[in-house]
T-cell receptor
């Protein structure tokens, strides 16, 4: 069974700071990778996804992520955060041959104005 | 329309009640999902329907009974729940692909917040 680890449970930073959230997964086969965001009181929204091709993917709201296959990692980055980026961020992994999406434990990000 | 809708938004029920959660999408997705999300935890998969057939049941207790009456609707029937079943129940949908595999991201609804007394 695959598992997904997000090493940072809570991150606090100031506006304009850079953000990097780690995500590692354990599965040896081909995977599809996702980052979802859950703003306070709102539903899960897709930030970005990786299926194949360029391992550096760009998503909405200035976020990007890099897939490093050798490290089983899919870290999320944003060069300069805003107060509105305060949310919980979930990394998720799906075996390319399946329907099951496995989520990491989530990282709560608080951006101070 | 890229929206998954869920009703009701909130539900309070006793342990002897029978209730149902409803989910609807009009994106033409043929895979639909139920997740359970406890506070400060990630969503946990409960059920997957692909082409209106149950394809995954993550060992969910029988007091939760899913139903997919057509390609746009997904229900979750609840009976004799326990207080520990209180959680946010999320519905999602996606394209399953011609072989029944999900080929795109899942779109999530806002959830039903369930409280079992």
């Amino acid at each position: 069974a695959q598992s997904v680890s997000q090493h940072n449970h809570h991150v606090i930073l100031s506006e304009a700071a850079s953000l990097e959230l780690g995500c590692n997964y354990s599965y040896g086969g081909t995977v599809n990778l996702f980052w979802y965001v859950q703003y306070p009181g709102q539903h899960l929204q897709l930030l970005l996804k990786y299926f194949s091709g360029d391992p550096l993917v760009k998503g909405i709201k200035g976020f990007e992520a890099e897939f490093i296959k050798s490290k089983f990692s899919f870290n999320l980055r944003k060069p300069s955060v805003q107060w509105s980026d305060t949310a919980e961020y979930f990394c998720a992994v799906r075996e390319a041959a399946g329907n099951k999406l496995t989520f990491g434990g989530g990282t709560r990000v608080l951006v101070k104005p | 329309d890229t929206e998954v809708t869920q009703t009701p938004k909130h539900l309070v029920m006793g342990m002897t009640n029978k209730k149902s959660l409803k989910c609807e999408q009009h994106m033409g997705h043929r895979a639909m999902y139920w997740y359970k999300q406890k506070a400060k935890k990630p969503p946990e998969l409960m059920f997957v329907y692909s082409y209106e057939k149950l394809s995954i049941n993550e060992s969910v207790p029988s007091r939760f009974s899913p139903e997919c009456p057509n390609s746009s609707l997904l229900n979750l029937h609840l009976h004799a729940l326990q207080p520990e079943d209180s959680a946010l129940y999320l519905c999602a949908s996606s394209h399953p692909g011609t072989s029944g595999r999900a080929i795109d991201e899942q779109f999530f609804g806002p959830g039903t917040r369930l409280t079992v007394l």
